[in-house]
C-alpha cells in the first residue's frame, strides 16, 4: 500500500479496517511531505495531485479516532480542495494560492426517519479521475467550452448501525469547486425524507457581500444589498463576496433536477449554512436512492471580471438530452408588454385591451419591418379579468378572447416569417396550470409557436396546488417541487419543438446545458421594475447583476427601452439609464432571446439608437468580459455566431468613469470599423439621459479605446472588418 495514486484516470483507494491501520503505520514512519492540518500536524501519506492522509491525533485529545483526510487539487493547482472527516464527521476546506477562501466548512445530511450522515462517518473509499474535454453548445455565449477538472469521489460510510454509504465528488476546475452528495442504491435508503443537509460554506466574515434576501415573498425581484458577508441575512444565490485580499467568490448551485434548492443561512460570522428550501409539509426533499443533490458551487477568482468568464455552472451540467435543437432558435422580439406595465393598455378585456387582432399585427409589421422575429403577446387568453395575480384558477391556456383571433394573428406573422411568442400566465396555479399543459402546447405547436413565455407570480403565498382531498398548498418557487414542475413543463415543451422563458421562475443551475429549450428566465428585478417599481431599479443595478445573478445563466432583462423618462420628467419611475447605457445592455446582459421592449411607435423617436439594436445579434462565438468590479462597472465584447463582427457593451454604476478596452481580442493585421454609440459630452442619466453620440473609429487589435462614460451611462459598440 504505497501510491495510492498518480494523479489521473481513475485510480482508487478502498481502505478497510485493516488498510486503515497500516496506511496509519505508513504515515507515521515513512511520510513523504508536512501538511498543516486543521487541528494537528498530517503526515500526508503522498505527495502528488491527490493525497490520503490519516492523522493522529495531537498527544491528550480525548478523540480517539483519527483525522482520515483527502485532498485534490485544480489542474493548475491553484485551488485545493481537502476532505476530512474528524470524529465522525465530514468537513471539508478550500484554497486559493494557498490562501483559505473556504475554511474548514461541514458536510453532512439529515433524514427524517434514518440516522444522519453524520457523526459516525469514515473515509471507506476514494476515487480520482480527470478529464479535459470541450464541447460545443447549440447556442450560447459562446460555441465552444472547455471542461477541464480534477474529480475526487469520497466514500464516506457509518461505522453505528446498519452499513450506509454516502458518496461526496469534487470537480476542481482552474476557476472553482463543485461538489455534491450522491446516494448511491442501498437498503437503508428506498424511501427518503430529507430535512436538510448540514453543508456550510465558512468565509471570512470581513468580506464584502453582495447580496438579496432569500425566502421573500417577492422571489428573486430584490436590489442587491452590499454588505460586510458579516451582515447578510438569509441570501439567495448566487451570492457575491470579495475577500479582504480581493480575490473574489460566488455561491452557487449547478444542476437542481429533482432536489431543492438552497439559501445562504449566516449561522455565525461567515458560517453559511446551505438551508435547503422545504417543501409545506416542512420536509426538503422527498426521493429514493439512488439520488444526488445539485452541485454545490464555489467559483473563484483573482478578480472580479474572471467570475464573468467562468463556465463552470455549465460544465457541471449534464449533456443535451434532447438530441438534435436546431428548432431552438436565438433571436430579437417585440411585444404587447411594455404598454401594460406603463398602463397605456390593460391585460384584461375591455377598451384598452392590448392583445388585440388589430394591434398584434401592427406589431407585426413593426417587426417584419426592422428585422424582429417574434412578438409576444400578453393578455391575449382568459383570465385577466378580476384580481389575477391572486387567483390563477381563472386562467384559461386555449381560449382566446373574442378580439383576439390568435388563429389569424399567426397566420399573419408567418406570412412575415414573424412569429407569434405564447404567453403563459399561470399566477403561480401550478394544478390548473399542469391540468391544461397539453392542451395549451398543442395549441401553439398547431398554430407554429416555438417559444412561450411562463409567468409565476405568486404574491399569495407561492406556487399553488390542490391534493386529492381539495387541499391547498402553497410551495416555495425555488423548493423541489418547483424544480419538477419547471422540467415538466419542459419536457412538454420539447416534445412539440417550443423553447421556454420561465418569469417568476426557479433559479437558473445551468439546465440549459442538459435541456437547450430553457432558453431564458427572468429570476431578478428586470426593466418592469422600472415601469412600476417603488424604488425604480438603481443605476447600480446593472454593474451588479453581471456579477451575480448573470452567473447563473441568461435573462430576460427586457432592455432597449429608449423613451427613457415615459412616465414624465418628474416621475422616480424611469429607466436609470443613459440612451448608450440602456444599448449597451444588450451585450452586458446575456440571452439568446432579447427583447426590444420599448412601443413601436417609440423607436421612430430615436433611430440613430434603434440601429443597434436592430444590428446587435443574440447568438455568440465567443464572449469576453475585459474590465469591471462588482457594483461599479463592466464591459463585455462578444463575437458574432456565424460571423465576424464583435460587438461591446460598457456600462458604469451612478459614477462617470473613463475606462480603457484593450482590442487584442480582434484578429491581429485586420483593420476593423467601430460604429460607438457613448454617451454625448454632457450625458447624465438624470439630468441629460438622452445624449447620445454616434461616431466611427478605424481600429486594430493593437489599439485601446478609451471610452468616456456618464454617470449611469455606457457605450454600444459594432466592430465590422472593414474591406480590404
Ligand atoms: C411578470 C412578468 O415578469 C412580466 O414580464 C409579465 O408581463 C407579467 N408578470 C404578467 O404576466
Ligand atoms: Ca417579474
Do not use: C
Not at 402546447?441 to 407561492?462: I, N, P, S
Amino acid at each position: 500500500m504505497n501510491s495510492f495514486f498518480n494523479g489521473h484516470k481513475s485510480d482508487r483507494l478502498f481502505l478497510d479496517e485493516g488498510e486503515q491501520g497500516r496506511a496509519m503505520h505508513a504515515a507515521s514512519s515513512g511520510g513523504q511531505r508536512l501538511l498543516k492540518a486543521v487541528r494537528s500536524i498530517a503526515l500526508l501519506l503522498f505527495a502528488g495531485l491527490f493525497g490520503v492522509s490519516l492523522v493522529a491525533p495531537p498527544s491528550g485529545n480525548a478523540l480517539a479516532q483519527p483525522v482520515q483526510s483527502v485532498d485534490v487539487t485544480s489542474p493548475d493547482g491553484g485551488i485545493s480542495v481537502n476532505l476530512s472527516v474528524e470524529g465522525g464527521r465530514a468537513f471539508y476546506a478550500v484554497t486559493y494560492n494557498g490562501e483559505p477562501v473556504v475554511s474548514r466548512s461541514r458536510l453532512g445530511l439529515l433524514f427524517k426517519d434514518s440516522h444522519a450522515f453524520d457523526g459516525d462517518l469514515t473515509i471507506a473509499a476514494s476515487e480520482t479521475s480527470s478529464k479535459d474535454e470541450t464541447w460545443e453548445q447549440p447556442w450560447g455565449e459562446r460555441r465552444l467550452v472547455r471542461d477541464h477538472h480534477n474529480e475526487l469521489a469520497v466514500t464516506l460510510a457509518s461505522t453505528a448501525g446498519p452499513a450506509r454509504r454516502l458518496i461526496v465528488r469534487f470537480r476542481v476546475f482552474d476557476d472553482g469547486v463543485g461538489f455534491r452528495y450522491e446516494v448511491p442504491a442501498q437498503k437503508a435508503f428506498r424511501k427518503v425524507a430529507i430535512i436538510n443537509e448540514l453543508t456550510e460554506f465558512t468565509l471570512q466574515p470581513n468580506s464584502t457581500a453582495w447580496w438579496i434576501p432569500g425566502r421573500e415573498w417577492n422571489r428573486y425581484e430584490y436590489l442587491y444589498n452590499t454588505t460586510e458577508l458579516s451582515a447578510m441575512g438569509r441570501a439567495h444565490t448566487p451570492m457575491t463576496v470579495r475577500t479582504p485580499n480581493g480575490v473574489h467568490l460566488s455561491i452557487h448551485e449547478a444542476a437542481l433536477v429533482d432536489y431543492a434548492a438552497f439559501v445562504l443561512q449566516q449561522k455565525r460570522p461567515g458560517v453559511l449554512h446551505a438551508d435547503l428550501t422545504p417543501l409545506s409539509d416542512g420536509v426538503r426533499v422527498k426521493t429514493e436512492a439512488p439520488f444526488t443533490s445539485s452541485w454545490r458551487t464555489i467559483q473563484i477568482s483573482a478578480d472580479a471580471v474572471g467570475l464573468l468568464n467562468s463556465d463552470l455552472i455549465l460544465n457541471l451540467n449534464e449533456p443535451n438530452k434532447l438530441g438534435d435543437v436546431s428548432w431552438v432558435k436565438p433571436g430579437k422580439y417585440i411585444g404587447i408588454w411594455w404598454a401594460m406595465h406603463i398602463r397605456e393598455r390593460t391585460w384584461g378585456s375591455g377598451p384598452e385591451h392590448g392583445a388585440t387582432t388589430s394591434e398584434t399585427k401592427r406589431y407585426m409589421d413593426f417587426a417584419a419591418a426592422n428585422g424582429f422575429d417574434g412578438v409576444l403577446v400578453e393578455g391575449w387568453n382568459i383570465g385577466w379579468d378580476g384580481d389575477w395575480f391572486n387567483n390563477g384558477e381563472i386562467f384559461r391556456f386555449a381560449e382566446a378572447y373574442p378580439d383576439f383571433d390568435i388563429e389569424e394573428v399567426s397566420r399573419y406573422g408567418l406570412a412575415k416569417n414573424v412569429r407569434l411568442i405564447g404567453h403563459h400566465e399561470t399566477s403561480g396555479h401550478v394544478s390548473n396550470y399542469e391540468s391544461q399543459l397539453s392542451a395549451a402546447f398543442d395549441l401553439y405547436e398547431r398554430l407554429g409557436v416555438t417559444q412561450v413565455k411562463t409567468g409565476y407570480v405568486a404574491d399569495g403565498g407561492g406556487l399553488r396546488w390542490i391534493d386529492d382531498k381539495g387541499v391547498t398548498h402553497y410551495e416555495w418557487h425555488d423548493s423541489q417541487f418547483s424544480a419538477r414542475h419547471h422540467l415538466k413543463v419542459l419536457t412538454e415543451a420539447a416534445k412539440r419543438k417550443i423553447s421556454i422563458n420561465a418569469h417568476e421562475p426557479i433559479k437558473d443551475t445551468g439546465l440549459r446545458r442538459t435541456y437547450p429549450n430553457w432558453i431564458a428566465r427572468e429570476g431578478a428585478r428586470g426593466q418592469e421594475f422600472n415601469a412600476w417599481g417603488t424604488p425604480p431599479n438603481t443605476p447600480e443595478h446593472t454593474a451588479i447583476l453581471p456579477f451575480t445573478r448573470m452567473l447563473s445563466g441568461p435573462m430576460d432583462y427586457t432592455p432597449g427601452v429608449l423613451d427613457l423618462l415615459f412616465a414624465g420628467p418628474e416621475s422616480p419611475n424611469r429607466i436609470p439609464s443613459t440612451i448608450a447605457k440602456e444599448l449597451s445592455l444588450y451585450v452586458v446582459l446575456y440571452s439568446p432571446i432579447q427583447m426590444a421592449a420599448d412601443l413601436p411607435e417609440n423607436y421612430s423617436k430615436y433611430e440613430e439608437a434603434f440601429q443597434f439594436i436592430k444590428d446587435v445579434p443574440t447568438d455568440w462565438e465567443e464572449s469576453r468580459a475585459l474590465v469591471g468590479e462588482v457594483g461599479d462597472y463592466v464591459a463585455f465584447a462578444r463575437k458574432k455566431r456565424g460571423g465576424e463582427d464583435w460587438f461591446i457593451g460598457a456600462l458604469t454604476d451612478e459614477r462617470a468613469r473613463n475606462i480603457d478596452l484593450p482590442l487584442g481580442f480582434l484578429d491581429s493585421g485586420r483593420k476593423y470599423i467601430a460604429t460607438i454609440y457613448a454617451d454625448g459630452p454632457d450625458a447624465h442619466w438624470e439630468s441629460n439621459p438622452f445624449d447620445l453620440r454616434v461616431y466611427h473609429r478605424e481600429v486594430t487589435s493593437t489599439d485601446r479605446l478609451d471610452l468616456v462614460l456618464a454617470a449611469s451611462g455606457g457605450a454600444a459598440i459594432r466592430l465590422r472588418p472593414a474591406a480590404p
